[in-house]
């Protein structure tokens, strides 16, 4: 409950500080629908960030991964002025819901997609395969909540939903540019290991790791729910 509160109040603070924007946006007439597609193109370039970086960076590079951070985070803003804007303006509509939730599943998919291409192209295959667990998982928690409630079970419950997400994985990018820029290289090697045991990215990547275990198993707390209230 604790938690649940805490994170109501955070989200409370976050869409106080997006008034004065969403008051802008109301004057200029532009719709919900249309923010949720700036919100997607922001997204699709923030994987575009990582595919120019696996493509004409250099192993090790931390400019990409943090702009990609920065990029995917103002995706995040455009999140959650849809809705507050639809609210806002009398604006809420079956398909537009719909459409929010469709495009939000495209985007997490088109950003998981740039993760795994960058980590493919460095050679981090195991993080790469992390990567894709968590997409598995992510997209397991919509649908569990979507399928649950056509069929008339509320299903918001977890603690890895999207805007969890996305802010782990925008933070830990940036943290990964930040702290690097600080502590120079860095690594742990260990004898029996082909790879690094800890590295500067693994500040990026570890983070993925716990999503591909926490994702999941939001699906199935989220399936069990349903369980007992069916």
């Keep these: 409950m604790m938690k649940s509160n805490t994170w109501e109040y955070i989200k409370k603070s976050a869409y106080g500080l997006l008034n004065p924007i969403i008051k802008f946006l109301i004057k200029t007439g532009v719709r919900p629908n249309g923010i949720t597609i700036i919100g997607f193109v922001i997204t699709i370039a923030s994987a575009i960030v990582l595919v120019v970086g696996a493509e004409y960076g250099v192993r090790g590079e931390t400019k990409y991964i943090t702009w990609f951070g920065i990029v995917l985070l103002l995706a995040g803003v455009f999140d959650m002025l849809d809705g507050q804007l639809a609210r806002k303006t009398n604006q809420m509509t079956q398909f537009g819901a719909l459409f929010d939730s469709v495009i939000d599943r495209y985007s997490e998919m088109v950003m998981f997609f740039g993760i795994a291409y960058y980590l493919v192209a460095y050679h ?14 992510s997209i397991m928690v919509s649908y569990v909540r979507a399928r649950a409630e056509g069929l008339g079970v509320d299903c918001k419950i977890g603690i890895m939903q999207r805007p969890e997400r996305v802010l782990t994985i925008g933070i830990s990018a940036i943290l990964y540019g930040v702290v690097s820029h600080f502590t120079g290289t860095f690594k742990v090697l260990v004898d029996w290991l082909p790879f690094p045991l800890i590295e500067n990215i693994t500040i990026f990547t570890f983070p993925i790791f716990l999503l591909a275990i926490l994702t999941n198993y939001t699906a199935f707390q989220r399936l069990n729910h349903c369980r007992m209230k069916m």
């Design 124 to 137: 981090y295959f195991l993080s790469s395969v992390f990567a894709f667990i968590a997409m598995i998982g």
